[in-house]
């Protein structure tokens, strides 16, 4: 059966070679790894059929060379040996893109899904990771440090996080004005009278809008799956939270198990706001 697959797998390859421009008459039988110029021409269901056929090498030199290569610049848990099982091309209503392959329901455990309308008060929160992101560690550990890479569920040895307080009402109030239904107008005015700029009080309109469209929110095993899985009825509008679920694939063992939020607005957004504030940075390992 393996070799069998190779054969396909060097048929399919070559006669892909032979439709792209610049390879013509001139392709070899021997079929060579796609380079990510090759790659992205392809139709959908080519570029499909050539990832799954590709080895963890393959796909990490993919990746790599790729405009959307963050998945292994950015971890160095990812590596070409483990490529195959934690690097998905994913699928996000027929726009295809490289992901992560996260445990299922936004790399929460299910059992723990809940609403961060059900937080009040102030939150120690860290990021690794840049601004445009939503999922953030929340709490400490018993001794006052940030959980680490592998309580968070992050293929990545150490890091610099970004840390802060999470004003959780501040935030539920703007929400609660975001989400009301009204026009675009009446809501940015009700939000530059709680105190935000313009611009912020548009950002955290965009931001709403955009965070329904992220994978975890609206696509396949999204984390309102994962709480439906697990029988918890659970608030969408505010985001969740819950605790990071383990992650083992390939030669990565990551505990999880650290606070996990994911939060509608991005973390640049929250920071700017203010929502975020107190902000620090520290090491962890």
């Not at 392809?42 to 993919?62: C, D, R, T």
Request: charge should be negative.
């Amino acid at each position: 059966m393996k070799f069998h697959s190779t054969i396909q797998k060097s048929i399919l390859l070559f006669v892909l070679c032979i439709s792209l421009a610049g390879c013509g008459t001139t392709a070899k039988t021997n079929a060579k790894p796609l380079t990510y110029d090759e790659f992205k021409v392809l139709e959908p269901a080519q570029k499909k059929q050539v990832f799954s056929e590709m080895s963890g090498p393959e796909i990490y030199a993919l990746v790599k060379e790729s405009d959307e290569n963050w998945p292994v610049t950015a971890y160095d848990g990812i590596s070409p040996e483990n490529a195959k099982e934690t690097i998905v091309l994913y699928d996000s209503n027929g726009v295809l893109h490289f992901n992560l392959a996260w445990p299922c329901y936004g790399g929460f455990l299910p059992e723990s899904i809940a609403s961060i309308g059900e937080l009040s008060g102030f939150v120690d929160v860290s990021r690794d990771g840049g601004d445009g992101g939503c999922s953030m560690s929340s709490g400490k550990n018993p001794d006052g440090t940030y959980p680490n890479d592998s309580q968070r569920g992050v293929p990545k040895s150490s890091a610099k996080v970004r840390t802060g307080i999470f004003d959780v009402d501040a935030y539920k109030k703007v929400i609660d004005i975001v989400t009301n239904g009204q026009s675009e107008e009446e809501r940015l005015s009700m939000l530059e009278e709680l105190g935000y700029a313009k611009d912020i009080a548009g950002r955290f309109i965009s931001d709403q809008e955009a965070w329904l469209r992220r994978d975890e929110i609206s696509g396949k095993n999204s984390i309102a799956d994962g709480a439906k899985k697990a029988a918890r009825n659970v608030e969408s509008k505010y985001g969740y939270y819950g605790i990071a679920s383990p992650w083992k694939a390939g030669n990565l063992n990551l505990s999880g198990m650290a606070g996990q939020i994911n939060t509608v607005f991005t973390w640049g957004t929250l920071c700017a706001s203010g929502l975020i504030s107190n902000l620090g940075t520290a090491e962890i390992h």
